[in-house]
């Protein structure tokens, strides 16, 4: 049974930082993907940022490109998206996903078989 359990969320001013993580559990993630997501009020999920676990090719979307970096620590099975510059537009629920890495879309939500229950960022001005 794989588990993707996310915490860090909180809330921040904007210009503020803050590190979110995500304790993966159940199998082994060297074939995965692990992306992370996000949801507005309103708003469609979309993708925020996506590491392989075997290689560690990175992708971001273009809203967080240069202010969020996301990484892996095999050893700890976690994955971290480390955010910076926080804007308003920022706020939303965070979720960590997981995809078997051969023909994954790592942009495509759908392609994303496991998912985490979310944690809250929430950005003022």
């Known amino acids: 049974q794989v588990q993707l359990v996310e915490s860090g969320g909180g809330s921040v001013q904007a210009g503020g930082s803050l590190r979110l993580s995500c304790a993966a559990s159940?199998?082994?993630?060297?074939?995965?993907?692990m992306g992370w997501f996000r949801q507005a009020p309103g708003k469609e999920r979309a993708f925020v940022a996506a590491?392989?676990?075997?290689?560690?090719?990175?992708y971001y979307a273009a809203s967080v490109k240069g202010r969020f970096t996301i990484s892996g620590d095999n050893a700890k099975n976690t994955v971290y998206l480390q955010m910076n510059s926080l804007k308003p537009d920022d706020t939303a629920v965070y979720y960590c996903?997981?995809?078997?890495?051969?023909?994954?879309?790592?942009?495509?939500?759908?392609?994303?078989?496991?998912w985490g229950k979310g944690t809250q960022v929430t950005v003022s001005s």
């Open positions: 996903a997981a995809a078997q890495i051969w023909g994954t879309n790592v942009y495509r939500r759908d392609d994303y078989a496991f």
């Open positions: 159940g199998r082994a993630f060297s074939n995965y993907v």
């Open positions: 590491v392989r676990w075997s290689g560690g090719s990175t």
